[in-house]
């Protein structure tokens, strides 16, 4: 498996994929929910706070889903689907974050298959770790719910 930070070094990727590292404050909000855009994003420095904003009877909450830091990725289901995105993202301390091209990034994984699986491969076991996580707190928010009723 490669740390996919690691392909900002691989001359054909910088010659391949247009990014830009970026510098964000803490609160600062790097992607808002429902936004479109396909980047995909790593984090090199920092620690990002995952949230979804959820609409109840007294206003907005924001339910947090997940905290990233460094080598951490977001923003890759956008980049495949070409969805809104499903999450907000804000820096929660001082960030320094490359901000990559989706699209040309997916262009990159057909012309360079080799690596293509490689970073297949890293996001998916990103996102089977979040998906392990979800379960757990679905799990655990479903306990409590039917806890109440009885």
């Known amino acids: ?17 247009p990014f830009k590292i970026i510098q964000y404050q803490a609160t600062d909000v790097i992607l808002a929910e429902n936004e479109t855009s396909q980047e995909v994003f790593f984090i090199l420095n920092g620690v990002v706070q995952v949230s979804l ?15 990233l830091a460094k080598n951490d990725i977001f923003g890759e289901l956008s980049m495949f689907d070409g969805e809104p995105r499903s999450a907000e993202v804000i820096a929660c301390i001082q960030c320094e974050i490359a901000k990559v091209d989706g699209k040309a990034m997916l262009n990159f994984m ?22 392990r996580k979800s379960n757990i707190r679905t799990k655990e928010v479903l306990d409590l719910f039917l806890q109440k009723r009885s």
């Not at 498996?1 to 994929?17: C, G, K, Q, S």
């Not at 690596?115 to 996001?123: D, V």
């Open 1 to 17: 498996m490669i740390n996919l930070t690691e392909l900002l070094l691989d001359p054909d990727f910088i010659d391949n994929v």
């Open 53 to 67: 904003l959820i609409n109840d009877d007294q206003g907005r909450l924001l339910h947090n889903l997940a905290r």
């Open 110 to 131: 057909e012309k360079f298959p080799d690596r293509g699986y490689f970073i297949l491969r890293e996001m998916y076991m990103n996102l089977i770790t979040r998906m």
